[in-house]
């Protein structure tokens, strides 16, 4: 291994980190934090690193005699643009288009910002996909306000719910119960046909499919403890959901 | 079945999904495409053999393909094109009937409805396995290919 001095190292150990917590926090494959830090490494001449990556931390060790360094991740949002910019700054720095430095103010900026949608976008965004899933279960044309509003409430209500307690499967668990109550109502006031796909459809935005491909393509790649532990919070978020719907149908 | 309506549903769901995930803005409409071949492949496999799972399977290797095929043009994680196409696929409509028939003491039925469930998000797991796997050798034989082209060229 050549050589590089220690301020260097150091650099560009805080921006390994610091891509890999981005792309943790944002919601990428674990096996792909991984592979694009250690991708990084070897292009900084660090040819024995080692890197291991849970959905709660991530240890680097840039080779044997060396420190390890520790980061932990606390919150995970979903948020993809920001896993897809991590990459592409990764890729320039792999390609030596960056240098180091200007790699890690890069990361420093797409740490500090969100490129979320706006929120009223997203239940826009839930509302709609509430809609479309309505006809494609089968649902009857008769129903799609419904859906439309229900989904987007629905959606709204998990959002705000989990800004104020922090707690995924509560915030899943309320909207579901709001969701099913306000189906149920609908069609007992006469207004809504089917309450079943009504439900089905509003439902729909919460359900994990991130979670899903991402523990499935962790468990492919041998990352069994994230694999593991992605699989039971989608396991767990699915139950939420199916919970909070049954209390409101057995009334 | 009205298939440009569906294919327009299942473009505008996958879509709304995208959005909802913050995918980037450029790659909204492929993301919608991505999510149309999959509901469509999967539609008309059922309609043609009526075994849900086996058209699952299908609907999940089609997605995963075809976001492999644009991860590879755009430059960007496979995740970003195949989380949404594979939300339709779900089976959202049996795990709510097996909680219903739960609810209403129905268990024999709710287990049936359970199993079927659980059947299709494996077939959902398999379907993306397959799809990693084929890809993975195909890439592997392309690099294989250009190396030895390399190697001839530079003789």
Redesign the interface.
Known sequence: MAEISEVRRELALDCFLLAGKVMMES???TY?VEDTMIRMAVSQNMMDSHCFVTPAGIMFSPSNDLPTRFVRIHGRR????R???V??VS?RLVAGQLTLQQAYDEMTEIEKNH???PLW??VL??A??SA??L???GGGWADIPFAFLIGGIG?YIVEMVLVKTRVKFFAEFIGAVAIGTLAVLVVYSGFGNDP??I??GS???L?P??L???A??DM?AGHFVSGLSMGAEAFLT?FAI?AG??IV??F | MNWP??AF??F??A???????????K?LVSCGLVGMSG?LFYRSYYLMFDDPIQATFIGAFIVAIVAHILAKIF???M??F???G???L?P??R???A??N???NDYAEAVDFAVQALMI?GA??MG??FA?VLMQLYFKYQARRTQKKMGFTQE
């Not at chain 1, 979903?78 to 643009?81: A, G, H, S």
């Not at chain 2, 879509?15 to 803005?25: D, L, V």
């Open positions: 919601g990428a494959e792909r979903t948020d993809l643009e896993v897809a910019r990459n592409a890729r490129y979320l949608f976008l997203q965004a839930a709609v996909a479309c899933f006809i494609l279960m959606f079943d796909t439900i089905i439902v729909m935005p359900v499919g991130l899903i491909t991402n499935v393509r492919m699915a199916g719907i049954a149908l057995s | 309506l569906e549903l299942s505008l769901a879509g709304a999904f995208g959005i909802i995930f913050n995918i980037p803005r790659t509901w430059k960007m994680p995740i970003i195949s989380v949404a594979i939300i339709p779900v959202g409509s795990a709510y009937n909680m219903r739960i609810v209403e998000s959902i797991a993306l396995v990693e």
